[in-house]
């Protein structure tokens, strides 16, 4: 998986709690994605970021989701009172600058709220 | 609205056989396609890609097949192999271009047996 890093891999919650996913992207990528992967369904596009700059974000819920990806560290998909609706795997995905439409994902991150 | 679509959940082909996985898509503006490869509990590994100007990309293996005017692409494993087994995505760039914000078919589920 091209080294971008995600973690935690398992994470759990209770209604209500914040969730905090962050993704390392291969050393000298400079895009990331997000994507979510509700069970028994296709990868959803979320959120495209480039260092301290959000490109686009429409496929992020309106309410309780945010993105960053700052200067430094990794890039953070954040949940803020969960619902049981949010429980999916979350795959980050990081490009080069101008590579085109091929983009590189990380294992994943389980969110299971309870 | 789906617009990748694959219409087949699963399919399992005897090691050894011909495997092939189909793709359609409904918007005629999609001009280059992707294939990922995706195993239980990790997150997709891409395998092959099509621009529209081409009607087939061979590597290894792995060809993929584009009819444009049947807005069809297929993806054939010859020889299919044990290793194999795992959850296939065909997925099409939309929105700006040469970003990797991507649409996703559901996927297809193949079972390759020994």
């Known amino acids: 998986n091209a080294g971008v890093m995600q973690n935690p891999r398992h994470l759990v919650r209770r209604r209500g709690q914040e969730a905090r996913l962050r993704c390392s992207p291969v050393k000298g990528h400079s895009h990331v994605y997000w994507y979510r992967q509700l069970p028994e369904e296709g990868l959803k596009f979320m959120v495209y970021?480039?260092?301290?700059?959000?490109?686009?974000e429409s496929g992020m819920p309106k309410e309780r989701f945010s993105a960053e990806f700052p200067k430094e560290g990794p890039s953070i998909l954040r949940i803020q009172q969960v619902v049981r609706g949010d429980s999916a795997a979350y795959f980050c995905?990081?490009?080069?600058?101008?590579?085109?439409?091929?983009?590189?994902f990380g294992e994943g991150s389980w969110l299971t709220v309870v | 609205d789906q617009q990748v679509k694959q219409n087949s959940p699963s399919l399992s082909v005897q090691e050894g056989r011909i495997s092939i996985l189909n793709c359609d898509y409904t918007?005629?503006?999609?001009?280059?396609f992707l294939w990922y490869k995706k195993y239980p509990a990790e997150g997709p590994t891409f395998l092959i890609s099509i621009s529209s100007i081409k009607d087939k990309n061979e590597d290894g293996r792995f060809t993929v097949f584009l009819n444009k005017s049947a807005k069809h692409l297929s993806l054939h494993i010859v020889p299919s192999q044990p290793g194999d087994s795992a959850v296939y995505f065909c997925?099409?760039?939309?929105?700006?271009?040469?970003?990797?914000?991507?649409?996703f078919g559901q996927g297809t589920t193949l079972q390759v047996k020994p």
């Open positions: 970021l480039q260092k301290e700059n959000i490109i686009d």
């Open positions: 918007n005629s503006m999609f001009d280059y």
């Open positions: 995905a990081s490009s080069e600058q101008d590579s085109g439409n091929t983009i590189y």
């Open positions: 997925a099409a760039p939309f929105g700006s271009s040469n970003t990797g914000k991507l649409i």
